[in-house]
């Protein structure tokens, strides 16, 4: 039986919308005007994670092999990375123990610490913020484009200060932000540029692979992933001293590949995730391209739809990692029908939606930092005090009252459990003036 629907595990090539994919204008029409949502559920979402004979294979392998660490003398976690890296077309891949050690890792190894800025986009999971700040640097804001719901790229050189030292953009929902834009923008200043692509294996950028467009990429394997063994993580790059800086920061007080800084953790990952995400990767790609003709078939439906705006794809992206599947919601093309009742009314009809992301620059837990002792002594309490405000982030601010989210899983169904999404969420804008009223 599938387990309990968390926030944790909802979360989960942008491809061309042919006429096989597309929903016509009398489609729409028709889905318009279907009968109240039925009591079974329109469009189940698939188990996840899924796993095959492969994977059970592979587990026991590690298992009976006795060598279960990196340090026991096992070989998955390099075939992992070897293979990680040939598929993202990255020269160089050192696993970790989760996504968040993996920004971690770079961050120790590039030696952001204090005094210094990093700045970061409010539309994130917040694990963005706290490889920041578990260094002691300084996390700047800069707002979102709401269009895309990635960081607004033109906007992040007014927040570039003497003290910037690294700009960590997040490719938010495994769609690509402006690359290209914020790669100039590094060069020009002469800050590097770190992608947090945690949820964006598969995503590409001008047809290459994100996560070497800066000094590297961090990627999630964590149990909503697309990609996953549970948890897991790993840092891409083309650079072979940043990977040898990386490699020593993730495996405690052994600087063997590059000269000690006098930091390091522990972040290995072990060999029974490695072999998952070796034998995982076997049937990625497959469920890539169901991901892409259904994100598709969504776009072409939802769009004809008054009050839902699907999220774009910066220019510049050829494929989305569609880690989830965002668009905006306008309750006022909905009778005035609140997005909690709106998500409410999908989930009767069967199909499980989220409100996403709060404003994460204005929360308790974000807020704190102003207070905090140690950020005080470092930055002083002038700065800090200004900082709030200096993190103001308006559109993002109107973003989040807006967005709804349908995890990768939804983009794993059938054509036709698609198209019921799409018919739901229309029957839902029919009946919104009575929905409104309850």
Not at 98 to 106: N, P, R, V, W, Y
Not at 136 to 141: D, R
Not at 401 to 414: D, Y
Request: charge should be positive; aromatic fraction near 8%.
């Amino acid at each position: 039986m599938p387990a309990p629907l968390s926030r944790r595990r909802f979360l989960g090539r942008a491809a061309s919308a042919g006429a096989g994919l597309c929903l016509t204008a009398a489609a729409a029409e028709k889905a318009a005007s279907v009968a109240p949502a039925p009591a079974v559920p329109a469009a189940p979402v698939p188990d996840w994670p899924r796993w095959t004979g492969s994977d059970e294979r592979a587990l026991l392998d590690v298992l009976r092999s006795g060598r279960w660490g990196r340090t026991s003398g096992g070989a998955r976690v390099k075939a992992f990375e070897t293979a990680f890296a040939a598929r993202m077309q990255a020269k160089h891949c050192v696993a970790t123990s989760s996504g968040t050690t993996a920004l971690l890792t770079a961050l120790g190894a590039l030696g952001i610490g204090p005094g210094d800025e990093v700045i970061i986009p409010p539309y994130t999971f917040v694990a963005t913020f706290n490889a920041v700040t578990a260094s002691f640097a300084l996390p700047v804001f800069v707002d979102s484009d709401a269009a895309t719901f990635q960081i607004d790229a033109t906007k992040v050189a007014a927040a570039i200060t003497p003290a910037t030292r690294l700009l960590l953009p997040v490719h938010i929902a495994g769609s690509p932000c402006d690359l290209d834009r914020l790669a100039a923008l590094a060069a020009e200043r002469k800050i590097t540029l770190l992608e947090d692509a945690c949820q964006a294996p598969l995503a590409e950028w001008r047809g290459r692979p994100v996560g070497t467009r800066g000094i590297g990429g961090c990627f999630s394997f964590q149990a909503s992933k697309n990609l996953t063994a549970g948890e897991g993580g790993a840092v891409l790059t083309d650079d072979q001293a940043f990977a040898d800086a990386c490699y020593d920061f993730h495996t405690p007080g052994n600087a063997k590949r590059s000269p000690s800084s006098g930091r390091g953790a522990n972040f290995r990952l072990t060999e029974f995730q490695a072999a998952l995400l070796v034998s995982q990767m076997e049937t990625l790609e497959a469920q890539a391209k169901l991901r892409d003709a259904n994100a598709a078939l969504l776009t072409a439906g939802l769009a004809q739809i008054p009050g839902i705006k699907p999220a774009g794809l910066t220019p510049g992206t050829t494929r989305s990692g569609w880690h989830l599947y965002m668009f905006r919601y306008d309750a006022a093309q909905f009778a005035g029908l609140p997005r909690a009742k709106f998500i409410a009314a999908l989930a009767k009809a069967g199909v499980a939606a989220s409100s996403g992301y709060t404003a994460l620059n204005t929360g308790a837990h974000v807020k704190a930092l102003a207070a905090n002792p140690h950020y005080r002594r470092i930055y002083g309490a002038d700065t800090m005090a200004r900082w709030a405000e200096r993190n103001a982030c308006p559109v993002n601010d109107r973003l989040v009252e807006e967005a709804v989210w349908f995890g990768q899983t939804k983009l794993l169904g059938s054509r036709a459990d698609t198209e019921k999404i799409v018919a739901a969420v229309a029957d839902v804008r029919r009946r919104a003036g009575d929905l409104a009223k309850a």
